[in-house]
Every structure is written in structure tokens, then in C-alpha cells.
């Protein structure tokens, strides 16, 4: 396995056990030196996102878990004139992006002889972790916002894992997950284990093969940023092999009622300070605390990027517009047409959007 180490005080992550944080210092994990892409390596004859096993950095020994992930279309249309492809993430097994990060942690955790494991959710990550749980044999909790979309509470539970609704913003989720991990519970955690960045670094390799290139610019909703921080660490693997020239221009979109990673990019710490966690219809990006908000904004700057908001009445209308094209999507996800249209014509191209979440996951409230 690559060496993954606490990024305070270095501590390397123990051969045993699936601890979320560093034991001496409550630091959070990550990869030392990112795992490496090798063009020749890419094995043809694996299905999905696992013909780029070679990249994940997985134990040897831990099994390929597989539901279909991966491989998800490139579709273009034209909006407002810009030729743009929209990435289909929902044709994910579960109807996110989820898939591709639960797919590997599921792989490591079964590495490592888990059998019951906690994670809060508004809803896409809890979804996928189940869905992946009940391929492993996983016994599985979730704990959501009592408020999280009555479909994905509903698809929770048919994958067989046990929902426990906690009253409360998003936060108080993330509070009560962590009762259980203190009476010894693994946090299969898709925040704060590393495990599953190598799985959303696939979604560069494959926009990549699919353009026959880079991209110019990436538009993607950001709520920890782990997409982001993925996809940024993706590209910069393809750089590092040869493959692509640079990294394209990463744009991550959060909605203005809860914006921290957008506060701390324009405003720095004082702007993250005054951030504070209001509802919103995007609740898949609804994260007060974003676990590796220093990472993710080191990514965005590191590609000339940037992080922009949408305003509330921006959002309904947007998902409206795009399932007017074909396109159904969850408001987390439609949140990417308003940026797109702060930015279009100032940004590189070709243009590139990550659709991170299918519209049949999401019930409007009368």
C-alpha cells in the first residue's frame, strides 16, 4: 500500500485498524506521495474505474468491489452559445459520484477485516456507503439530518443499512456519528479516510481519454471538496506521467447559504470565521466544516482556479433549465449552471461539468 501518514504531526497510518484521525495528535491522514498513474498499468480488461487499480494505492491483497461504477458518459450541449460536456456522474450504481470514492474505501476497509461501520450523511455519500456496504457484507449505520431528501433516506434503507434521522442542521449529524465511534465503532468516514481520493481522481483519467486531453476548465459543486481535491490530484497524476501538459482550471461551486470553502478563498480566516450553516435546497453541499478545507484550497490554487456561490432562488430554476434539456439532476447538482454563467466567457475551454447527482434522489416538500 502506499504510505499514508498524519499530515501534523507524520505520524504513518497503523497496520492495523481504520483510525479517522491521528491517535497523538487528532491530525488528519493522507498520502505522503500520491499514487502514481502509469498509462501502460491501465488494465483494459477490468471493468469501470478499477482498470485504474494500479493508481489506488490498495493493499495488494484487498478485493475489487463492484457494482458498475465508473465509466460514466461525456455529454456536450450547447448553453448560452458555449459548447460545454457535462459529466454524467449520476450513471453512477447508487446516482452519484459517491460510488467511485466508496468503491476503493469499501475495498480498504474489507482489507483490513472490518465488519460494522458509522458515517453521516446528508443523503449521496450515506446512499453510496451503503450500497457498497451490502456488496461487502458490511453491517452498516448512517446517520443523516432528520431533513435529508425523503428518497435517499428511502434508498438507505434498501440497501439494508440501519438510518438514524439526527433533529438539526448537517452538523449535528456529524456530533452525533461520533457517539458511536467513541463505543468502538470503524468511521468509514468519507471526509476524513484518504482512501477513497484515488476513486475520484478516475473521474480525470476518464474525462481525459474521453477529450482526447485536458480540459480548459472544470465546473464542480464543492461541499468538503473531496470531488474537487480528487479530481485536482488526478489531473496533476496525468501531468506527472506525461499525459496531459497541465492541470485544467478547477471552479468550486457552494451555495452562498453555506459557503465556507468560498469565504476562506476570497476572505481568508476572518471569512471563514463569519461563515454560518444556512438551509438550503443543495444540501449535498451543505457542510459547515469542510474536513481538508486547507487541502482543497491549496488545489483550487494550484490550478488558477476559483470558488464561487449561487444564491437560493438561483438554484430551483437552474435544475428546471437543465432537465428541460434532458438532464435530470438534484439541486446540488444544478447549482453548476448559475456559475457557469457568472464565469463562461472569462474561462479556458474546452469547458467541462461535473453533474454530481441524479434528480430522482431529491422529493420537493409541500
Same mark, same amino acid.
Given at each position: 500500500?502506499?504510505?499514508?501518514?498524519?499530515?501534523?504531526?507524520?505520524?504513518?497510518?497503523?497496520?492495523?485498524?481504520? %483510525?479517522?484521525?491521528?491517535?497523538?495528535?487528532?491530525?488528519?491522514?493522507?498520502?505522503?506521495?500520491?499514487?502514481?498513474?502509469?498509462?501502460?498499468?491501465?488494465?483494459?480488461?477490468? %471493468?469501470?474505474? &478499477?482498470?485504474?487499480?494500479?493508481?489506488?494505492?490498495?493493499?495488494?491483497?484487498?478485493?475489487?468491489?463492484?457494482?458498475?461504477?465508473?465509466?460514466?458518459?461525456?455529454?456536450?450541449?450547447?448553453?448560452?452559445?458555449?459548447?460545454?460536456?457535462?459529466?454524467?456522474?449520476?450513471?453512477?450504481?447508487?446516482?452519484?459520484?459517491?460510488?467511485?470514492?466508496?468503491?476503493?474505501?469499501?475495498?480498504?476497509?474489507?482489507?483490513?477485516?472490518?465488519?460494522?461501520?458509522?458515517?453521516?450523511?446528508?443523503?449521496?455519500?450515506?446512499?453510496?456507503?451503503?450500497?457498497?456496504?451490502?456488496?461487502?457484507?458490511?453491517?452498516?449505520?448512517?446517520?443523516?439530518?432528520?431533513?435529508?431528501?425523503?428518497?435517499?433516506?428511502?434508498?438507505?434503507?434498501?440497501?439494508?443499512?440501519?438510518?438514524?434521522?439526527? %433533529?438539526?442542521?448537517?452538523?449535528?449529524?456529524?456530533?452525533?456519528?461520533?457517539?458511536?465511534?467513541? =463505543?468502538?465503532?470503524?468511521?468509514?468516514?468519507?471526509?476524513?479516510?484518504?482512501?477513497?481520493?484515488?476513486?475520484?481522481?478516475?473521474?480525470?483519467?476518464?474525462?481525459?481519454?474521453?477529450?482526447?486531453?485536458?480540459?480548459?476548465?472544470?465546473?464542480?459543486?464543492?461541499?468538503?471538496?473531496?470531488?474537487?481535491?480528487?479530481?485536482?490530484?488526478?489531473?496533476?497524476?496525468?501531468?506527472?506521467?506525461?499525459?496531459?501538459? =497541465?492541470?485544467?482550471?478547477?471552479?468550486?461551486?457552494?451555495?452562498?447559504?453555506?459557503?465556507?470553502? &468560498?469565504?476562506?478563498?476570497?476572505?481568508?480566516?476572518?471569512?471563514?470565521?463569519?461563515?454560518?450553516?444556512?438551509?438550503?435546497?443543495?444540501?449535498?453541499?451543505?457542510?459547515?466544516?469542510?474536513?481538508?478545507?486547507?487541502?482543497?484550497?491549496?488545489?483550487?490554487?494550484?490550478?488558477?482556479?476559483?470558488?464561487?456561490?449561487?444564491?437560493?432562488?438561483?438554484?430551483?430554476?437552474?435544475?428546471?433549465?437543465?432537465?428541460?434539456?434532458?438532464?435530470?439532476?438534484?439541486?446540488?447538482?444544478?447549482?453548476?449552471?448559475?456559475?457557469?454563467?457568472?464565469?463562461?466567457?472569462?474561462?479556458?475551454?474546452?469547458?467541462?461539468?461535473?453533474?454530481?447527482?441524479?434528480?430522482?434522489?431529491?422529493?420537493?416538500?409541500?
Amino acid at each position: 500500500m502506499v504510505e499514508v501518514a498524519c499530515t501534523n504531526c507524520h505520524r504513518p497510518y497503523p497496520d492495523r485498524g481504520v %483510525p479517522f484521525r491521528c491517535p497523538d495528535c487528532a491530525g488528519l491522514f493522507d498520502f505522503i506521495d500520491l499514487p502514481a498513474f502509469d498509462l501502460k498499468r491501465v488494465e483494459l480488461k477490468r %471493468p469501470g474505474l &478499477w482498470r485504474y487499480r494500479h493508481s489506488f494505492g490498495l493493499p495488494e491483497d484487498a478485493p475489487q468491489i463492484y457494482l458498475g461504477e465508473g465509466s460514466t458518459p461525456l455529454v456536450w450541449w450547447k448553453i448560452d452559445g458555449f459548447p460545454v460536456a457535462f459529466k454524467m456522474e449520476p450513471s453512477n450504481p447508487s446516482g452519484s459520484f459517491k460510488d467511485r470514492g466508496s468503491a476503493v474505501l469499501v475495498s480498504f476497509l474489507v482489507s483490513r477485516a472490518v465488519e460494522q461501520i458509522v458515517e453521516d450523511s446528508s443523503g449521496n455519500a450515506g446512499a453510496s456507503l451503503a450500497a457498497y456496504a451490502a456488496r461487502a457484507g458490511l453491517n452498516c449505520h448512517i446517520y443523516i439530518p432528520e431533513t435529508a431528501s425523503g428518497p435517499k433516506r428511502e434508498q438507505i434503507e434498501a440497501y439494508g443499512a440501519t438510518v438514524v434521522p439526527v %433533529p438539526g442542521p448537517r452538523s449535528q449529524a456529524a456530533e452525533a456519528v461520533m457517539q458511536a465511534v467513541k =463505543q468502538g465503532k470503524v468511521y468509514a468516514s468519507h471526509a476524513y479516510l484518504p482512501f477513497g481520493l484515488p476513486g475520484y481522481a478516475t473521474a480525470a483519467y476518464e474525462i481525459v481519454e474521453q477529450l482526447g486531453g485536458s480540459p480548459g476548465t472544470l465546473i464542480v459543486p464543492a461541499g468538503h471538496g473531496n470531488f474537487l481535491l480528487g479530481l485536482v490530484r488526478g489531473f496533476k497524476a496525468l501531468v506527472q506521467a506525461g499525459v496531459i501538459r =497541465q492541470i485544467p482550471r478547477i471552479v468550486g461551486v457552494q451555495a452562498h447559504a453555506c459557503a465556507p470553502l &468560498w469565504a476562506a478563498f476570497v476572505s481568508g480566516q476572518e471569512g471563514l470565521d463569519s461563515v454560518t450553516e444556512g438551509a438550503t435546497l443543495a444540501e449535498g453541499v451543505r457542510v459547515r466544516y469542510p474536513a481538508r478545507a486547507a487541502a482543497v484550497l491549496q488545489a483550487v490554487q494550484e490550478s488558477d482556479g476559483s470558488l464561487v456561490t449561487v444564491m437560493e432562488e438561483d438554484i430551483l430554476p437552474a435544475r428546471d433549465e437543465l432537465a428541460s434539456l434532458g438532464l435530470y439532476v438534484e439541486p446540488t447538482s444544478a447549482i453548476i449552471l448559475p456559475a457557469f454563467r457568472q464565469l463562461a466567457s472569462s474561462i479556458p475551454k474546452p469547458i467541462v461539468i461535473l453533474l454530481t447527482g441524479s434528480g430522482l434522489k431529491h422529493r420537493e416538500i409541500n
